[in-house]
């Protein structure tokens, strides 16, 4: 019977035409000529055969076709919309989004001290070099006249890493390597870090930065020394920073001082951060020992010069009044996002 035929393939049309829900485009234009193209469509085919059928089998089989024709372009419809859809949403941009955070890479705020250090000694003919961390006891401790039984010694509690080979406790060895290797007139900074057996705690670290200076020439005396220091504190801190020179003793320099700058808290009128004495300290300094210059092969009586050593972490926390050292280690970016240019 031909009217069972064509049930039978409406019904097949009715099932394939469920691949349309999940078509991709391509597929879905395929899909849209083989059901219902007007010349070979599967669906057009089925509507040629109607008029061979009695009228009530007709009435049937043409009511069912058109039904499915209807489902069949809704789903078509429904499918073209979907994919329209998902092709804009692939290329715009939600501009409702929160913008994604830039982080900016930024010096630390010690190195930004050493940096603005290095660049004022720099106007006044000082060439930064830097030198080895991992030293012996020679240049550490007997080429700066420091014997090794001597408490100096000791009090710098030394990180050793084999017998006669060491962490250096201070950049000053890099004074006897410099004046070893190049003539003078001489005129270096040195900063790196420095090691020492200290616990972590407000105000030690048992690594820490140092800088370390040294000037050689015939004829550099005490005043040379001042006015270079003067000139340094007055362009690091404030145009009238005071400063004072105070006898001190280190086996590597005759006569021995150190350096300290009116308190930046109080201005010089005494408070806890100075401890009521309006001065803070700022470097060890003095005019080079002659027992240095000669175990470095440089002849004393031509030559003098001046040497001083600062600590850039305990200036960076002068300046900004940070209360903590532990703080300059912790690399918290609460913190040292205060520190970004
Ligand atoms: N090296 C000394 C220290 O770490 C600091 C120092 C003092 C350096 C006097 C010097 C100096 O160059 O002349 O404690």
């Given at each position: ?76 419809e429904r499918r073209e919309r979907q994919l329209a ?58 080429k700066l006249n420091i014997p090794l039984d001597h ?47 200290d616990p972590f705690d407000p105000s030690h670290s ?136």
């Amino acid at each position: 019977m031909p009217g069972a035929s064509l049930q039978n393939q409406l019904e097949e049309i009715a099932s394939a035409a469920a691949a349309i829900a999940t078509a991709p485009a391509a597929r879905l234009a395929e899909l849209k000529v083989e059901l219902l193209g007007r010349k070979a469509g599967r669906l057009t085919e089925v509507l040629r055969g109607l008029p061979a059928l009695d009228p009530a089998e007709r009435r049937e089989v043409g009511a069912r076709a058109n039904q499915i024709k209807q489902d069949i372009e809704t789903a078509i419809e429904r499918r073209e919309r979907q994919l329209a859809q998902e092709a804009v949403r692939a290329v715009t941009m939600d501009g409702t989004m929160p913008a994604r955070a830039v982080w900016r890479g930024a010096l630390h705020p010690v190195t930004q001290v050493i940096d603005e250090i290095c660049e004022i000694f720099r106007e006044i003919g000082f060439t930064r070099i830097t030198g080895p961390e991992v030293e012996t006891e020679e240049y550490n401790f007997t080429k700066l006249n420091i014997p090794l039984d001597h408490p100096a010694a000791d009090a710098h509690d030394t990180f050793y890493l084999s017998p006669g080979v060491l962490l250096r406790t201070h950049t000053s060895p890099m004074q006897a390597r410099t004046m070893e290797r190049y003539p003078p007139p001489i005129r270096v900074l040195v900063p790196g870090l420095a090691y020492r057996r200290d616990p972590f705690d407000p105000s030690h670290s048992p690594a820490f930065e140092q800088i370390e200076g040294l000037a050689v020439d015939e004829g550099i005396s005490f005043v040379d020394f001042k006015a270079a220091i003067d000139f340094f504190v007055k362009r690091f801190f404030a145009p009238d920073t005071a400063v004072r020179f105070r006898p001190s003793y280190f086996p590597f320099v005759e006569p021995g001082a150190e350096v300290d700058i009116q308190c930046q808290v109080c201005k010089g009128s005494g408070c806890s951060t100075c401890k009521r004495t309006g001065f803070l300290e700022i470097m060890g300094a003095g005019m080079v020992h002659p027992a240095v210059f000669e175990r470095c092969d440089l002849d004393s009586e031509r030559y003098t010069g001046y040497a001083f050593g600062m600590g850039p972490a305990r200036i960076a926390m002068l300046r900004y009044g940070i209360p903590d050292m532990r703080l300059l280690f912790q690399g918290d970016m609460r913190f040292l996002g205060q520190f970004v240019e």
